[in-house]
């Protein structure tokens, strides 16, 4: 019992034990903070780079072979789509057909073209990457609905950024602003950054020309769309270079040559069938001449990104790594103040040990200033770094809007807001290994304490 006591004691009756109680404070409350962001960061860039791939993606070779079996993978995906719903362990197919392709605004703002076609700057040209789907199919295998009910970002003005689209449902449905003249136009759905951009409204018509390579020959293709409406994924650059439209107007827009280039797939448990889903399909669809029977012709979403996600994750572990320090430092300051304090309480130990003290319970009694620092300060580290790890977003934007601080540039990232996920087994473990840095730095002093001479520490002054 006195030990308890005598160590609380010691304990407040020094001012100096705050300096270790907020060293471990910091440290704590820094690790869970950033490591908080790094999770979150991981967590949205796996997400992000997922974007609209699903869970695994398949991409056929259909260029001819120049020597073997003479076969050539079919052009049409009706037959790849076949087998795949077969599988029972596929929830959603949905194919795509990816193009790049140039789009600028006709009508009173087609000046726009003429000043991002003669930029300087590669990244204002009105490039755009072509993305023909089958929307049914790709709200069962993707995040497209999501992205189409999103509410729009405000501007600085607080004005939208976009429109979003008027029925998702069918979001190629004609807009209520189009005054269709002649024979209907196909619509497009554009990305929210490239929206704002290039100044589009919804309803009004844009032309989109690309080039469809063919035998001895290129040809140009053009035609004119109506935006429909506006989708918002949350990464910055998908939003600011991506067109939706319906699969068959893109694959009329390219001379009817190319119907499809890649099939993505939704599993029903990707953590448990991925592995065994994208083996058989490497083997049986390459049996069946769907694939070439190249490794990367079938791939997971990870394995798409495995070099990003790779280092991500290596960024985060050596955050944790370097952040780990600020323990080591703390650890060094209970050190000095447990060694202070055992050589000021040395006439203390003498009248304990004459009390009949063991040194085991000397021991445990410096050891324990030592866990009362580490119990405060890791408590307090704790509540603060959550806290601020949960509301670390509006907190910056506050700093923004109300002193100009910009800590986190939106215009950079893949995101547009400060990701974070507490974890809490990464919060268990921060705290543990606290208490554990604490405990053992403190040992040192607590033994020298515990084989202390009880008679010299009687005649010391």
């Known amino acids: 019992m006195y030990r308890s006591f005598l160590s609380w004691r010691y304990l407040v009756s020094r001012r100096t034990n705050l300096i270790g109680i907020t060293g471990i404070f910091v440290a704590v409350g820094a690790l869970i903070l950033i490591l908080s962001i790094m999770t979150g960061f991981l967590d949205e860039a796996r997400a992000q780079v997922r974007g609209s791939m699903s869970d695994m993606l398949v991409s056929p070779i259909t260029l001819p072979r120049k020597a073997g079996d003479g076969r050539v993978v079919p052009r049409t995906p009706d037959r790849l789509l076949e087998v795949l719903a077969a599988d029972d362990r596929i929830e959603g197919i949905a194919p795509h057909l990816s193009w790049a392709g140039m789009l600028t605004p006709t009508g009173r703002d087609s000046n726009l073209a003429t000043v991002f076609l003669g930029s300087s700057q590669v990244g204002d040209l009105p490039l755009v990457q ?19 009910t999103v509410e729009p970002t405000l501007d600085k003005l607080g004005s939208p950024k976009g429109r979003r689209v008027e029925n998702p449902d069918d979001p190629f449905a004609d807009p209520p602003e189009y005054r269709r003249r002649g024979a209907p136009k196909p619509v497009v759905l554009v990305g929210e950054q490239l929206y704002h951009r290039m100044q589009l409204q919804r309803g009004q018509l844009v032309e989109i020309a690309t080039i469809v390579p063919g035998e001895g020959e290129t040809a140009t293709n053009n035609g004119k769309f109506v935006v429909g409406g506006t989708f918002r994924s949350g990464a910055n650059e998908l939003d600011g270079e991506r067109v939706y439209m319906d699969r068959a107007a893109l694959t009329d827009l390219l001379g009817g040559v190319h119907e499809y280039s890649e099939v993505l797939i939704q599993l029903k448990d990707y953590d448990r069938d991925a592995v065994a889903v994208r083996d058989e399909l490497r083997h049986s669809l390459a049996l069946l001449g769907l694939v070439r029977g190249h490794p990367n012709e079938v791939r997971t979403w990870e394995e798409f990104n495995q070099t990003l996600l790779g280092a991500i994750e290596n960024e985060r572990s050596l955050m944790g790594i370097m952040l780990s320090l600020v323990l080591v430092v703390a650890g060094f300051c209970i050190f000095a103040i447990l060694s202070m304090m055992v050589i000021e309480k040395k006439r203390d130990i003498g009248i304990l040990t004459a009390l009949g003290a063991t040194r085991g ?6 050891l324990m200033v030592a866990f009362w620092d580490a119990l405060v300060g890791t408590i307090l580290g704790t509540i603060v770094g959550v806290w601020l790890a949960v509301r670390v977003d509006p907190i910056e934007r506050w700093l923004s809007e109300n002193f100009g601080i910009e800590i986190f540039n939106r215009d950079v990232y893949l995101f547009d807001h400060i990701p974070s996920r507490v974890d809490p087994i990464a919060v268990a473990m921060i705290v543990v290994g606290a208490f554990l840095c604490t405990l053992l730095f403190a040992a040192i002093p607590a033994w020298n304490a515990a084989r202390t001479d009880p008679l010299q520490a009687l005649r010391y002054e």
């Open 361 to 366: 319970g000397v021991l445990v009694m410096f």
């Open 130 to 148: 072509l993305v023909g789907i089958d929307h049914e199919l790709e709200f069962a295998a993707t995040e497209l609905r999501e992205a189409l």
